[in-house]
């Protein structure tokens, strides 16, 4: 049944892209993306007809974070092999489109067998490799047809998932035609083991090697360091109202030395006013800090994009925003200076967050008076405090090198 069920929901999901071409920017951008990508593969192929190539695909931008170490590894090995990158969504390819070290970039066409067969008849890729998830069965089907090596890498899977429903159905049978995962957590490999599935290895996140690298290559900002004077410093990554409204009354009592930095999700003007209003202590924004103005300031909001990542090196407290809402903002970034890290309770669709609870170097707060309490006792208690850093940096150290044991097991396997 689902032999016919599974093309008529492409189909079905191709129509809704057109319908809602007038009215959604993201549609229109995904409509006309594909209709573009075997023209960009055409053109590809004719200005490389002998090319080796490898091809990577990444459903949105955080995905593209987590291929992006193993494809620029695999470009320092392999820099005769030519890279085709494509994406799923707009926020992952209308971002990284010019993105250097791949040297052809698009939409991926609609999963179907005509188009399965059209793009591997233009990229003609050694290998695929898949970050996450993103299980297409027309394409997978037909890798496995043609001997393609299909890795899937920080693959990540839960229970209830429709792939493990029912051994030999149809979902299960796409997982079955991959030919290795690298799987994120031991419960992915579980859960694959239990459906009859052994060919994989737990590697865990390649974004770990992506933040450590950006730590490694953190910028410097002089004004930042004239701002922190040296004193405590709590920033407050990727922030929305409903995060401020909780650690305000905190911040606003607290009378111990502290320097608060603010990177709000949303830069505008209004949406930063909003975030002052119920802050009492004396602030500034980032594009009028000087020498002068950060005189007497202790809240420093950033009202750039960009620099977030290299910021947290100046942290002894983070908070993380988002999980007031709908979700959690990205806690690898921080996590990779080993600070102790906190963030609302909408956190359990982020595995890293659930770990950090986990081994002790993050906590998840509900309201006010329960960061209130967590915060004052890291603040005071310098055991506590070097404590938790550790554990957090344990964290992140234990967890790198995935991408390294991915190109490994490509180099030996099929290169």
Not at 15 to 36: H, Q, W, Y
Not at 139 to 148: A, F, G, P, T
Not at 255 to 279: F, G, P
């Amino acid at each position: 049944m689902m032999q016919f069920i599974y093309p008529l929901s492409q189909h079905i999901y191709q129509f809704l892209i057109l319908v809602l071409t007038p009215f959604s920017e993201k549609a229109k951008l995904l409509k006309n993306g594909r209709k573009e990508s075997f023209e960009i593969l055409n053109t590809f192929r004719k200005n490389n007809p002998k090319a080796n190539t490898i091809w990577f695909h990444a459903a949105s931008l955080g995905e593209f974070e987590q291929a992006r170490p193993v494809l620029e590894k695999f470009k320092t090995d392999f820099p005769n092999y030519k890279v085709v990158l494509t994406f799923f969504s707009p926020s992952g390819y209308e971002v990284r489109k010019n993105y250097e070290l791949a040297d052809c970039i698009c939409y991926l066409p609609k999963d179907s067998k005509n188009n399965a067969q059209q793009f591997l008849d233009l990229v003609q890729p050694k290998i695929a490799l898949f970050a996450k998830y993103e299980f297409w069965h027309y394409y997978i089907s037909l890798c496995k047809e043609r001997n393609i090596p299909f890795i899937s890498f920080s693959t990540i899977f839960r229970e209830g998932q429709i792939y493990f429903k029912k051994e030999n159905s149809f979902h299960h049978k796409i997982l079955q035609n991959i030919s290795y995962f690298f799987v994120q957590n031991e419960q992915s490999g579980l859960l694959l083991a239990k459906s009859g599935i052994n060919n994989f290895e737990i590697t865990g996140d390649t974004r770990f090697d992506r933040v450590y690298e950006i730590c490694q290559n953190r910028k410097s900002f002089t004004i930042i360091e004239q701002f922190v004077e040296d004193k405590p410093t709590l920033i407050i990554g990727s922030a929305w109202q409903e995060d401020i409204n909780v650690l305000a009354p905190v911040l606003n009592q607290f009378s111990e030395s502290l320097k608060v930095i603010i990177a709000s999700h949303e830069i505008d003007k209004n949406t930063i006013d909003k975030m002052k209003s119920v802050l009492s202590k004396a602030s500034v924004n980032y594009s009028e800090a000087n020498e002068k103005t950060i005189q007497g300031k202790d809240i420093l909001f950033i009202d750039n994009i960009g620099i977030l990542s290299s910021l947290y090196q100046y942290a002894q407290f983070v908070h993380i925003g988002g999980a007031f809402g709908k979700g959690l903002h990205n806690t690898l970034e921080a996590a990779t200076y080993g600070v102790p890290i906190f963030f609302g309770p909408n956190y359990n669709k982020f595995q890293e967050a659930i770990d950090l609870i986990e081994v002790g170097g993050a906590f998840s707060i509900s309201d006010s008076e329960e960061f209130k309490q967590k915060f004052t006792e890291l603040y005071h208690n310098k055991n506590l405090h070097q404590s938790t850093c550790e554990k957090t940096r344990e964290y992140v150290g234990q967890n790198l090198g995935a991408s390294q044991k991915i190109i490994d097991f490509c180099k030996e396997e099929y290169l």
